[in-house]
């Protein structure tokens, strides 16, 4: 690549680079958060929750006078439409709550991890065509096709043995956009791994 590209695409990539240092931070922060307020809302009692059922989603509302309101919507694809007398509404609350960030959060800290290392790689080095860049970008796909693939499977399970007793499995489980864009990623990181190549030839005739 050109001196001159080079050093526009390491000004983009230090740009990109800080605002997404800030979401990493930030979703820390979001996660430490969702821990204490868990915490918090495992010692509330029973009543201090309430469900709705709407057309397509519980609305679990946790609401302590003392304190603020939190609210989930939890699909119907996790939580069946059933009588209320069925299920413990703390339960509901505290399984999704925890399944779905314990699900999400992870994923998504190493996802910008990822991300981080390849807009590093691409400041530090004289190409974004790298190994490290290749490898990088197949995790992140890795990564995001799991997280699409499995993700609402686990909520189920722990939504099955803790709160309903009834297991549910569909195709709307199934974050099919999530694991397009993975697979995308992945089709990218073997165009990348071919330019590493045709980069190393390069290098070598110079």
């Known amino acids: 690549m050109a001196n001159s590209n080079i050093q526009v695409l390491r000004r983009i990539a230090d740009t990109v ?4 240092s800030f979401f990493f931070w930030g979703s820390i922060i979001f996660f430490v958060l969702f821990i204490g307020n868990t915490i918090w809302a495992s010692f509330l009692p029973q009543d201090s929750f309430t469900a709705e059922s709407g057309i397509r989603h519980w609305l679990i509302q946790l609401d302590n006078d003392s304190y603020w309101h939190i609210s989930v919507l939890v699909p119907f694809t996790n939580i069946s439409p059933i009588d209320l007398s069925r299920f413990s509404v703390k339960s509901a609350f505290l399984t999704y709550s925890i399944t779905s960030n314990l699900t999400l959060f ?14 590093e790689n ?7 065509f790298t190994h490290g860049n290749v490898n990088n970008m197949k995790q ?3 990564v995001l096709i ?3 693939l499995f993700s ?11 709160v309903t007793q009834i297991f549910k499995l569909s195709l709307a489980n199934i974050h099919l956009f999530g694991a397009g864009i993975g697979a995308v990623i992945l089709i990218i990181s073997y165009i990348f791994q071919h330019g590493v190549y045709l980069q190393e030839e390069h290098d070598t005739t110079l």
């Open 106 to 119: 992870p994923a998504l800290l190493y996802g910008i991890y990822l991300v981080k290392r390849i807009l």
């Open 122 to 128: 691409t400041i530090d080095g004289h190409s974004p």
């Open 17 to 20: 680079y800080k605002i997404v």
């Open 140 to 142: 992140l796909a890795y």
């Open 152 to 162: 609402e499977l686990i909520i189920n399970i722990f939504v099955w043995i803790f």
């Open 146 to 148: 799991a997280y699409s």
